[in-house]
């Protein structure tokens, strides 16, 4: 759809206050659904123990990354709220920043009370982890913010906020989809069972998001090109900074196991060399995103409106503030 950029800047006259409730509890329910769907107590998170108590947030040892790459899908998810009063304005950008900011004191304080109200047998963590996990949610959502109030400012921006996703985004789709398709594949109630290869190629869900930025980005003009390789840089390393919250995580809790520390460490430097990443991935990705700016731009030459990101003409704009 593309409308007048008058209209763009104008928004859809929706109230501050509601701009803010409305980024309040996106942050919440859009970052954190995969954990909402384990019933708010880690049912369905083999990796983290389960708890007889609900917890808004996962504030578990091993916790760090879920709650970084959750936090910031759903900061994404509050930053893109702004559009609902206009690209240009700013009293809705701070008005989703407020937002944001409450819901995520709010979470934190009731995941805090519930910890401290868990059973006694429960592992929770300490103070030192604890402050490390609550960091992590912290950081995350405000970096999603910011991803989220940029990506509305045209389609480079938009593209690598999308790479960004394909780069940290596989445990929110997987967490998303594993709970019905277990229930459906496996004739299940949807509890914790065998992951089936239907619910295994949930993982592969990045390749075609980073194909997606990769178009988007590329469609027009032919210079945007250019910036694939930094799309793609983007997605390779974009788990680092919860990864390495999580070994900041590791550091606390091993300190008196140095053998153990440098293990980590090992697994994280790996991590980010070729030999340990999907380059299968990578290629489809490509490949995918060259028959995609190709079919596109040849669209385009034949008149056919191009919706996936174009520069827009004059007096116009996309509703997603392309430029």
């Known amino acids: 759809m593309v409308i007048s950029v008058e209209r763009m800047q104008r928004g859809l006259a929706v109230p501050t206050v509601a701009i803010a409730a409305i980024a309040a509890a996106a942050w919440w329910i859009v970052g954190y659904l995969p954990w909402i769907l384990t019933g708010l107590n880690g049912s369905d998170v083999t990796y983290l123990l389960e708890t007889d108590g609900a917890m808004a947030l996962p504030l578990y040892e091993y916790g760090t990354r879920m709650l970084f790459d959750f936090g910031l899908i759903g900061g994404l998810a509050a930053g893109l709220a702004r559009i609902l009063g206009g690209v240009q304005s700013r009293q809705a950008m701070v008005a989703t920043l407020v937002g944001l900011a409450a819901s995520v004191a709010v979470m934190l304080l009731q995941s805090y009370v519930a910890l401290q109200l868990a059973d006694d047998s429960a592992e929770t963590p300490d103070g030192g982890v604890l402050t490390v996990l609550m960091g992590a949610c912290v950081l995350g959502s405000l970096a999603g913010w910011g991803l989220g109030v940029v990506a509305v400012r045209g389609a480079v921006w938009f593209g690598l906020t999308l790479s960004v996703l394909a780069g940290l985004g596989t445990s929110w789709y997987w967490g998303v989809v594993r709970r019905p398709l277990d229930a459906i594949l496996d004739g299940s109630d949807g509890s914790a069972g065998t992951v089936t290869s239907a619910v295994e190629a949930v993982g592969w869900v990045w390749v075609g998001v980073l194909a997606a930025a990769l178009v988007v980005i590329g469609a027009r003009p032919v210079q945007r090109l250019a910036v694939w390789p930094l799309a793609i840089l983007i997605s390779w390393f974009a788990y680092a900074p919860g990864a390495l919250l999580g070994l900041l995580s590791s550091e606390i809790r091993y300190a008196d196991d ?25 290629a489809i990705a490509v490949a995918l995103a060259v028959a995609g700016t190709v079919t596109v731009r040849y669209l385009t030459r034949l008149g056919v409106p191009d919706r996936s990101r174009p520069d827009p003409p004059s007096g116009s704009v996309s509703a997603l503030g392309r430029q």
Do not use: H, K, N
């Open 258 to 282: 140095p053998e153990l520390l440098e293990s980590v460490w090992e697994w994280f430097w790996q991590g980010m060399t070729p030999t340990w990443r999907a380059w299968v991935g990578y």
